[in-house]
Nanobody, 125 residues
Framework: QVQLVESGGGLVQAGGSLRLSCAASGRTFSSYAMAWFRQAAGKEREFVARIRWSDGYTRYAESVRGRFTISRDNAENTVYLQMNSLKPEDTAAYTC??????????????????WGQGTQVTVSS
């Protein structure tokens, strides 16, 4: 069993930065990949970024590419999401997820098995 806990959310002005963290806990952590999703008010949850534990291979949504960076710390079982040049449209509840195997839908919620509770990110103009 894996538990995910996010942190780092908050209120920032447009153009600012935030760094989100997702700590995975368990006696023996095992996951193929982890990802960040976000859900804005009145919107469906959408994929943001993904990283593979084995080699750090990453994938990003087009809306955040060039501004967001996902990374990992294998020793700490933690993934991060560095968010720069934030825009009001980035406002959402950000949630991390873990995939226990290489599932085909890597950019949808169906591709993940464990989920955190989320952390709110609000960007003001």
């Amino acid at each position: 069993q894996v538990q995910l806990v996010e942190s780092g959310g908050g209120l920032v002005q447009a153009g600012g930065s935030l760094r989100l963290s997702c700590a995975a806990s368990g006696r023996t952590f095992s996951s193929y990949a982890m990802a960040w999703f976000r859900q804005a008010a009145g919107k469906e949850r959408e994929f943001v970024a993904r990283i593979r534990w084995s080699d750090g291979y990453t994938r990003y949504a087009e809306s955040v590419r060039g501004r967001f960076t996902i990374s990992r710390d294998n020793a700490e079982n933690t993934v991060y999401l560095q968010m720069n040049s934030l825009k009001p449209e980035d406002t959402a509840a950000y949630t991390c997820a873990a995939a226990t195997m290489n599932k085909s839908p890597t950019t949808t919620v169906r591709g993940y098995d464990y989920w955190g509770q989320g952390t709110q990110v609000t960007v003001s103009s």
